[in-house]
């Protein structure tokens, strides 16, 4: 999800995948070493979803350029110990430059409507807003800095999300999404059966991969790791194919 801005230079969304997925990311970069410029091969382990959301991520927060350099502020913070007091505060500087608008909100009284809007306004919409919300509440807990109760309570919703059964909510919480128990029971799409095979020529057997879910509902990091799933099961079976 890319434009244009009035010099020319791409731009991104909000960053919209996990913070945990992120934080997977930047160790990958220690573990293996930081290039000159990123490509999706850079993180050939992730599903390709996931390597293009990692790739918008580092060009929204300054760390690789519209043409995906990398930056000072990703060598710095690649260098920096996983979990350790300076990158959180990396992390925390980063969150200050690149989401002034909303640090600007007064965290520590927002709520949750304030922030989404604010999200929005750097050019996110329905659910990546909602997914980029969690990813700077989840940051901004981890850097440290103070959000306030309706921020931190709940994963933020958007106004439109589905009302609440009421039970246990008092009246100035969010609605609560509730889980549909008698929803019809779906299989991983595939395709010509309700089941996913592949053939695993290594060992002379099969793996099989079948859902008791409704998919329609899948968000979220649950979301995520099926779309992985499947994107890598299709790929396996298509290399065995070509091969």
Known sequence: ?????????????????????????????????????????AFGSRSGAEQTQILSAFR???LTDDKERTQESLRVLVKAAENSVEEKQIIAALLQTRYANAIALNLEAATPAQLEKVIGDYGAGGATRDRAVRFF??????????????????KPRSASAPASNGEGQGSDQPPRRTRRRNATP???????????TVSLPQVGGTLTVSGTFNYFDLEGDERELVLGIIDQLKA???KNKDE
Do not use: C, W
């Not at 807990?141 to 109760?149: D, P, Q, T, V, W």
């Not at 779906?186 to 996913?196: C, E, F, H, M, R």
């Open 186 to 196: 779906a299989t991983l799409p595939s395709v010509g059966g309700q089941i996913k």
């Open 137 to 154: 509440v989840k940051a901004a807990e981890y850097a440290g800095i103070k959000l306030s109760s309706r921020l931190t309570a709940r």
């Open 60 to 62: 929204f927060l300054g």
């Open 236 to 238: 396996f079976e298509k």
């Open 1 to 41: 999800m890319e434009s244009d801005n009035q010099n020319g230079a791409k731009t991104t969304v909000p960053v919209y995948l996990s913070f945990k997925t992120f934080q997977s990311a930047v160790q990958s970069l220690r573990t293996h070493g930081l290039p000159n410029t990123l490509d999706r091969t």
